[in-house]
């Protein structure tokens, strides 16, 4: 098992590698020149002799790998540089803004989780009208932009009803609205996908010789169909959080919570090149760690696959 | 005689096609009966109507099938779930994907012991086992780790612990080698001996269905043409019959 | 002759039957030919310039002379929609165009030649995949500089990986299936393959992706306006437009109702014909318990 982890761990490398070198040129190949661009937005108009020496102080006058290979023997010690808007180091900025976009991220997986498997197994458990209920509905939801119903539930739930603030303290109350408008949309979409897994497997010869056995529905369910799910279903679920991650930017900057969605627009506006680095490079190591833990899982719950990595 | 079951002017259609037109026969209550006929001449449609594991677009059109009195065609899926298993259970063609992958082996065998309503369940599996000459230890291993043959006893198992009324097995040998088709039947006549049940026994092969069945009925596409005494089979008049015998002695020359 | 327009009337006919058995599809075909429609009718009726002010009729409720209302600065909301139509969606079909021409030949190519190339073609794709979609988007846009068409080309440079490994999927199917396992024997060519024997076969499945794609890039395009890293103000976009709604939207609902419902509107369609036609495509049926 850990040799196996080892080994993923291993095969990911270039992915991990490539991954930094397309953060790093994203934003270090960008047309305009950051100081310049920094200096103009202060009022000041340099001199070529300014910006030559301003250029060489940060390194940016070096070739593209020369910069690169410093940039990574810094980031790997956390060291992303300071902010060119701010002046704090880039690493302080995230750190004080990646608790929030966690707890959302992490709250919306759970939202989405629970309401997929409700949706999908009521799908599958119920007949033939509500079936087709269900699956309009998850389509409309699928639909729905979470901007527009994070507008409207703003409206019904802040302005209508008032039972929800709209700046909060980052309690968790204010955690409801958030997590609703970021999960219904993904948990609807995945509800699909284990309805369609359930049935998929539905129409397996394992699930006739159960049938024909008497099993009842649901430890057919419980007992034969799920350890064969489990393992896809994970997958597609910590998929899922890659949206969620980007949906977060939206809701962050509609509910006003202090996530690292506001602090990467903010950079975007700004061109804050070393923040909008550092965020694309934890944003895709959150999302590795994530797919490393659903391949796992499939691992497990995989008798075929766990049996042969167990023996090598 | 007292029928354990009988079908009665069975029609299945499909898509605005006729799979089974009119199909009626017997089943007397411990009576072994072979059911012989081409492939794709509704043989396993028919074990699949008989269990209620007919899926869209097949569906019946007309007729009856009678278990303990009641047409089971009318059967609601709760009381569907009551009768399989211990009335009639089926053993299907495909050993390869029948059980559950991700489920060991005992698990999948005490989950029929917990159906049957068995009161010591492991020993019922392992005494089942036994039965089916298969060593006990599989009962810790994976489907993917047995070989057709074993899993084809598996299933023989499987039914030895439910102890239907009614077994129906479709194509068990189908698929297997000779000497694996050979115990294959032995522990099927070991399972219809020791638990008294009726037999339908599904086969294109008239070689196999001499093993097991004293009659057989002959179908072509998706009617019962004949039926008779297997050994009579041979002599038959019937022209479908009669193809049917000659593949099998064929077979039994080449061999 | 005769019996050619009777097989046409026939084909027409078995498209009509498809229709009222698919009733989510013909929804979508609807609604999606229902915004063909409306973005054609500027041909034909005339509406108040999208971007004409009028400050004294600002957030003003749906009216006789304004039937969906003005928005914050006085500008007609109906027209604004309308001439948005070509924006949004056209910018979504171009964006779909792009990761198509990307996904298209880079899935073929992979699937067809396997191997080492594949394997790289295919951990390139990975790389970029690594990243939540989204998100890389918003780096593209970050570097280029917000408008709209940073955004078309952040989403992309996201989405093309994705689609690349869906059409490599099917290639992989396809090149498994009998005759063309024999037409490769007979050392047909690559091209000839291609055209001859895979494209048939992945085009079924693959207007399943474009479809259910086109909605998610839509999604996307609309949720970057929103943001304001999209199209620019004054541009008529939904997402836009609803971005400018967000200060007023408790005063003047329509402003969040109408450019909200368009885009949930296109995006339904959009899944609804990708839903529809997949459910046609496949019509395995489960056991019932």
Sequence with gaps: MIKYLLIRMASALPTLLGMTIVAFAIVSLAPGDPIEQELRAMGIVPTVEDLNALRAKYGLDKPFIYRYLDWMSRAVQFDFGTSIATGRTVINEISLHFPATFTLAISALFGTILISLTLGIAAVASNQNTASFLRALTVVLVSI????????????????????????????????????????????????VVYERIRAEMCEDYVRLAIAKGVSPAKILLRHITPRIIGPLATAWTNALGGLLGGAVIVESIFGWPGLGQLILQAISQRDFPIIQAYLVFMGLGFFITSLIADIIVIITDPQLRRKNSHE | ?????????????????????????????????????????????????????????????????????????????????????????????????????????????????????????????????????????????????????????????????????????????????????FEILSSLNTMIEETGASLLFISHDLRVVRNVAQRTLVMHEGRIVEETQTDMLMQSSHQHSKSLAKAAASLVRSC | MNNLSAKKLNSVYQFILILKKHSGLSIGIFILFAFAFISLSPLFITYIEPNKMDLLARLSPPSNEHILGTDHLGRDVL???????????????????????????????AGII????????MRMADIIMAFPTLIFALAIIGFMGASLEASIIGVAAAWWPSNARMIRALVLAAKEREFVRAARLAGASHLRIIFRHIMPQILPPLTVIISLETASVLLALSSLSFLGIGAQPPTPEWGAMLNEARPFFTQALHMLLVPGLAVT?????????????RHILDQREPYKW
């Design chain 2, 1 to 181: 005689m007292v029928n354990a079951l009988s079908v009665e002017e069975l029609s299945l259609h499909a898509n605005g096609q006729t799979l089974l037109d009119n199909v009626s026969f017997e089943l007397a209550m411990g009576e072994r009966k072979g059911l012989i006929g081409a492939s794709g001449c509704g043989k396993s449609l028919s074990a699949s109507a008989i269990c209620g594991l007919l899926r869209p677009p097949l569906f019946i059109a007309s007729g009856r099938i009678i278990l303990d009195g009641r047409n089971i065609l009318d059967f609601t899926q709760k009381e569907w779930r009551a009768v399989r298993g211990r009335h009639i259970f089926q053993i299907f063609q495909s050993p390869g994907t029948a059980l559950t992958l991700a489920m060991r082996i005992g698990p999948q065998l005490l989950e029929a012991a917990e159906i049957a309503g068995v009161k010591n369940s492991k020993r019922t599996v392992l005494k089942a086992l036994h039965d089916v000459e298969l060593d006990e230890a599989i009962t810790e291993f994976f489907p993917y780790q047995l070989s057709g043959g074993m899993k084809q006893r598996v299933l023989i198992a499987m039914a030895l612990i439910l102890r239907p009324r009614i077994l129906i097995a479709d194509e068990p040998t189908t698929g297997l080698d000779v000497l694996t088709e």
């Design chain 3, 79 to 109: 027209s604004r929609f309308v001439a948005a139509i070509p924006v949004s969606l056209g910018a979504a079909l171009f964006a779909m165009m792009v990761i198509l021409a990307i996904a298209l030949p880079w899935g073929l190519v």
């Design chain 3, 265 to 277: 509107l296109a995006v339904l369609g959009l899944n609804l014909v990708g839903e529809g036609l």
């Design chain 1, 145 to 192: 932009p979470s901007f527009w119903l994070a507008l409207i539930l703003i409206y019904i739930f802040v302005f209508y009803f008032g039972w929800a603030r709209l700046v909060g303290d980052g309690s968790l109350r204010d955690l409801v609205l958030p997590v609703i408008t970021l999960s219904l949309g993904s948990g609807a979409a995945l509800g699909r």
């Design chain 3, 114 to 121: 396997g191997g080492r190339v594949d394997a790289i073609m």
